[in-house]
């Protein structure tokens, strides 16, 4: 889940606002401060990168030694499991794909003799295998269905008067309706889905789906063994367009603003080819590791801090998801491991997540809302940390009305860490946005829920792509955000003051 945050303003504190837990002194809370270091994180985000993880698929049995690595860390650090029957993970059932090899796409140019020109497309430039498509191969006829919505509800339909039975769709991401800020957009959300795209193109007959995806691993998509999938970049959407007078940009404008589907058949080719198996009997988890709380009281109230664990597996390359989102697993991590070891009693208890399924729709973050070890009515946030690993700055945001847990991470920047910081509050309804993060599912299960960030990005980013390896991320700043955590968690987790 993916999201460029708008931030409202800079704000910086001075010394003398800081306002440190009167019960922890300084020289205690810098003791293990300063070990938190880049070269350890580094050292664990290579380990997330390596190739006996092979990009961290869920549902793979790679997911799950990631998952055990992280739980053996967690053990040897001292936090509690806090999974199900005493272990550190909360166990889920979770069927994959594994694509054996890239497959092809190829656009079939019919020429005046009636013979067939093949324009063979190039992996993973121009396209990328569908990483849940079925196995096959299809040429059929393309129709373009705008964003592949049927929404009778709110009267757009944009498979309405068109037949794409045994035919290959070509849509878009997203919905026709432009402004996520706004609270209308709340109902077209269950249509954003990828998982719903698919289904809807298989219940209305469709062969085969181009999804304009910008030729990256997307495993968050349905599965049906009748429709082959494919993701697709600028050239062979430029090529299938090519003749027609208009561009998919065009087209996308021309909808949102009338709010009227555009779908046609593009009159254009091409053929699929995907090498898929399936497996049904795919497990995943979350992991879960607890610093319970000393206060006979408090205790009972929790901080949740979590990051998706998971990445988009490999299809032909692996993907190691070194920055989406190795970086905020090890962000956490390294927080975990200082509190944990710190000697430093909480009042209240830090539930450390690492999240299973993200990738593929949101699933661990569904789990645990569905299966909370602690009520929701006693966490005080939930703090989601995704792609939090490239740039030069910090960004927090949190919800208007509990904007004071902000301060928290003010403070802790500016006395200790020394970065710009960009924060943000904005009004509840309006602070997620489209729904591609963890931090949805808690935010829409009625979870405070904020976010951690980093800004003024430094790398290339690789989304969801080979080439998100660990030089992918920025690893000094990675060290702030675990030491901000660090700081942030033990003051907040200490003030009896503290309302939510």
């Known amino acids: 889940m993916k999201r460029i945050l708008t931030f409202l303003g800079i704000l910086t504190l001075t010394t003398s606002q800081i306002i440190l837990s009167q019960d922890v002194p300084e020289t205690v809370l810098l003791k293990q401060f300063h070990t938190i270091h880049s070269e350890e994180m580094m050292s664990w985000l290579q380990k997330l990168c390596s190739p006996e993880f092979n990009g961290r698929l869920t549902g793979t049995p790679e997911f799950i030694a990631t998952a055990d ?13 806090a999974g199900d029957n005493g272990t550190y993970f ?6 994959y794909t594994v694509i054996n090899d890239p497959g092809s796409l190829s656009l079939n140019l019919l020429q005046a003799d009636g013979s067939v020109i093949k324009k063979n497309y ?25 964003f ?36 209308e957009y709340k109902k077209w959300v269950g249509y954003c889905y990828h998982q719903y795209k698919l289904q809807n193109a298989v219940k209305h007959g469709a062969a085969g789906m181009l999804y304009i995806d910008g030729a990256a691993a997307n495993p968050n998509i349905a599965y049906d063994p009748s429709i082959i999938v494919c993701g697709i970049g600028p050239q062979p959407l430029a090529d299938i367009f090519a003749g027609l007078k208009t561009t998919n940009k065009d087209i996308v404008e021309k909808i949102i603003k009338s709010f009227s589907p555009a779908s046609f058949n593009t009159g254009k080719s091409v053929t699929i080819k995907a090498n898929t198996t399936r497996h049904p009997e795919g497990k995943a988890c979350n992991v879960l590791g607890l610093i319970e709380g000393s206060d006979p009281v408090l205790k009972n109230e929790v901080i949740i801090i979590g990051g998706h664990l998971d990445a988009v597996g490999n299809a032909g390359r692996v993907v190691n998801g070194a920055l989406d989102n190795g970086s905020g697993v090890i962000d956490i991590m390294g ?23 993200e990738e593929v729709g949101l699933i661990g973050s569904k789990v645990y809302t569905e299966r909370p070890v602690f009520p929701k009515e006693k966490t005080i946030t939930f703090i989601n940390l995704d792609m939090v690993g490239n740039g030069t700055g910090l960004a927090v945001s949190a ?13 802790a920047n500016a006395k200790y860490i020394h970065r710009t910081m960009q924060t943000s509050a904005p009004v509840p ?25 980093t800004t003024e990005g430094t790398k290339k980013i690789f989304y969801h792509l080979p080439g998100d390896d660990p030089d992918a991320v920025t690893i000094d700043i990675m060290e702030d955000v675990s030491k901000m955590i660090y700081v942030a968690l033990i003051n907040m987790g200490n003030d009896a003051g503290l309302k939510y």
């Open 335 to 357: 927080a975990a491991k200082a509190m944990a070891q710190s000697g430093i009693k909480l009042k209240r208890s830090v539930l450390f997540m690492f999240i299973g399924g």
């Open 399 to 411: 919800g208007s009305t509990y904007k004071e847990y902000l301060t928290y991470f003010e403070q």
């Open 429 to 453: 309804g309006a602070y997620y946005g489209r729904p591609r993060s963890d931090g949805v599912v808690f935010s829409m299960a009625g979870y405070k829920t904020m976010s951690l960030g």
């Open 148 to 183: 592949g919505v049927s929404a009778p509800e709110l009267n757009y339909d944009d498979y309405k008067g068109i037949d794409v039975k045994g035919k290959i769709v070509l849509m878009n991401r997203d919905v026709p309706y432009g402004d996520a800020r706004n609270p």
């Open 122 to 146: 190039s992996y993973p430039d121009e396209y990328y295998p569908g990483m849940n498509s079925g196995n096959g191969e299809i040429t059929a006829e393309v129709v373009f269905v705008g």
């Open 90 to 95: 909360q166990g889920f059932d979770f069927p």
């Open 69 to 81: 690595w992280v739980a053996g860390k967690l053990k040897e650090w001292g936090l509690k499991p």
